[in-house]
Antibody, heavy 120, light 113 residues
């Protein structure tokens, strides 16, 4: 069965950096686009970033463009989100989510999420 | 502010029917992009409930259905059950001058009375 397991969350000071990981299993990771979606405490969902199945294209929400970098390692079946210049408004649970195909732009499986808290 | 507009809350008694609306614009739902719905139970990750406006993934009861018309979409739940008490989010794709990306509604809290 499809499993997505995020890790790497924690508490970081404003301006700091953090890298999230998402270990994938139960499907052919190299064939699917992957996303990061976040949810601030008590709030709705916000799409963060997308990477195509082969890593050839990457897209970002305006709120994180220039600060966050999405990447993937096919050999490790792992998705990453490098987050720099973190702000308090980046505080959220970060979910990795599998695209239905390569770039259908919706999600059929989600991880359990990892909490990132940006605070001094 | 979320690009798609949903009512913050709806409620219904067990066995009743409720609908949740999702209103967009000409750059997303009105442009022909499909709408997808997710259910989020308390403390858990979202789960795909309806895709491509009116299709249910395997395992989702047929009590859940979706529709789309113009710049809006709706999720209908019939025969309400206590386990339906959750947050529901609509999602689509938006293509405007500022770029193209995934957009969500703000979410609707369904309370089963």
């Amino acid at each position: 069965q499809v499993q997505l397991v995020e890790s790497g969350g924690g508490v970081v000071q404003p301006g700091g950096s953090l890298t999230l990981s998402c270990a994938a299993s139960g499907f052919s990771f190299s064939n699917y686009g992957m996303h990061w979606v976040r949810q601030a405490p008590g709030q709705g969902l916000e799409w963060v970033a997308f990477i195509r199945f082969d890593g050839s294209d990457k897209y970002y929400a305006d709120s994180v463009k220039g600060r966050f970098t999405i990447s993937r390692d096919t050999s490790r079946k792992t998705l990453y989100l490098q987050m720099n210049s973190l702000r308090p408004e980046d505080t959220a649970v970060y979910y990795c989510a599998k695209d239905v195909l390569d770039s259908n732009w919706y999600f059929d499986y989600w991880g359990q999420g990892t909490l990132v808290t940006v605070s001094s | 502010q979320p690009v798609l507009t949903q009512p913050p809350s709806v409620s219904g008694a067990p066995g009743q029917r409720v609908t949740i609306s999702c209103t967009g614009s000409s750059s997303n739902i009105g442009a022909g992009y499909d709408v997808h719905w997710y259910q989020q139970l308390p403390g858990t990750a979202p789960k795909l409930l309806i895709y491509d406006s009116n299709n249910r993934p395997s395992g989702v009861p047929d009590r859940f259905s979706g529709s789309k018309s113009g710049t809006s979409a709706s999720l209908a739940i019939t025969g309400l059950q206590a386990e339906d008490d959750a947050d529901y989010f609509c999602q689509s794709y938006d293509s405007s001058l500022s770029g193209s990306h995934v957009v969500f509604g703000g979410g609707t809290k369904l309370t089963v009375l």
